[in-house]
């Protein structure tokens, strides 16, 4: 998906939500728990629930390998069911020295037919740039996380006064572009997400942490909504565990319905539609 494509869905949808498939069999509904393909039938359910609202989705590869082959089977499924003119994030967080960093691109690239992909920059360009060797496929760099051990390293001061996640976006310029490089940053902090827009302004932003861990879905457009939204915020236990009964697929459609209906109000503001 260009970045063209994915701002147009965007203004069509009125949205800039993404639907994580962070789906668990110790979560799903205990009617589902019972039936052969219980996983593929959640997600089903969840995204025909949501799609109208939401402009991409982001299963989260551990859930899947955590199943062996059989998980893998319902990754490829899973994706191939997600309409086409969604953003498919494989949430994967690779890292890992150039020839591997080559192996994972193509398996999420080409044999998945992902979107995007998550990534740790940690072992530097050799280990980033092989994502790039892909048309119309997007990098999403973990950037400033809001996880309590991002602290060990991402906000460290430099000698230089910055923090070190500072220095990591501004690295990343040469690697990437708007077109194709986007970053992972946690809502719950805004003055972390006014330093990121200072230094990558017209970046689309992967955002999670809205809702059920804490972030306010205003304070993250306050601080890093750009002229073509730039955003992408996700919410995945706020919609596809909202409801354990029968009526989960309902409940799902209600939550998600909810936000898409708060970020119109955000987009409208600020002019993007």
């Known amino acids: 998906m260009t970045r063209e494509q994915l701002i147009e869905e965007i203004k069509a949808t009125k949205s800039f939500l993404c639907v994580g498939l962070d789906s668990d069999l110790e979560k799903i509904p205990n009617h589902l728990k019972g039936k052969e393909d219980s996983i593929f039938e959640f997600n089903k359910a969840i995204i025909d629930a949501t799609s109208r609202y939401c402009v991409a989705y982001k299963p989260n590869i551990a859930f899947y390998e955590s199943m062996g082959a059989a998980g893998w089977d319902i990754l490829e499924r899973?994706?191939?069911?997600?309409?086409?003119?969604?953003?498919?994030i494989?949430?994967?967080?690779?890292?890992?020295?150039?020839?591997?960093?080559k192996m994972y691109a193509r398996t999420f690239f080409e044999t998945y037919n992902f979107d995007a992909i998550t990534v740790a920059p940690y072992m530097g360009e050799d280990s980033i740039t092989p994502y790039f060797g892909f048309d119309?496929?997007?990098?999403?760099?973990?950037?400033?996380?809001?996880?309590?051990?991002?602290?060990?390293?991402?906000?460290?001061?430099?000698?230089?006064?910055r923090?070190?996640?500072?220095?990591?976006?501004?690295?990343?310029?040469e690697w990437g572009n708007d077109d194709n490089l986007m970053y992972v940053v946690g809502a719950t902090r805004a003055d972390i997400l006014q330093k990121v827009r200072a230094i990558v302004p017209n970046?689309?932003?992967?955002?999670?942490?809205?809702?059920?861990?804490?972030?306010?879905?205003?304070?993250?457009?306050?601080?890093?909504?750009?002229?073509?939204?730039?955003?992408?915020?996700?919410?995945?236990?706020?919609?596809?565990?909202?409801?354990?009964?029968?009526?989960?697929?309902?409940?799902?459609?209600?939550?998600?319905?909810e936000l898409q209906e708060e970020m119109?109000?955000?987009?409208?503001?600020y002019d993007v539609i």
């Open 78 to 88: 899973t994706v191939n069911y997600i309409p086409k003119n969604k953003l498919i």
């Open 90 to 101: 494989a949430d994967a967080k690779r890292g890992d020295i150039g020839n591997t960093s």
């Open 136 to 161: 119309d496929k997007w990098v999403i760099l973990l950037a400033a996380t809001s996880n309590s051990g991002g602290l060990d390293f991402q906000y460290k001061q430099l000698t230089n006064g």
């Open 163 to 173: 923090m070190l996640f500072e220095e990591v976006l501004e690295k990343s310029k």
């Open 203 to 257: 970046s689309f932003l992967l955002v999670p942490g809205v809702g059920a861990q804490g972030g306010s879905l205003s304070d993250v457009v306050k601080n890093g909504m750009n002229k073509d939204c730039g955003l992408l915020v996700n919410s995945s236990r706020g919609i596809i565990y909202a409801d354990s009964s029968e009526k989960f697929a309902e409940i799902a459609e209600v939550k998600a319905k």
């Open 264 to 269: 119109q109000q955000f987009l409208e503001a």
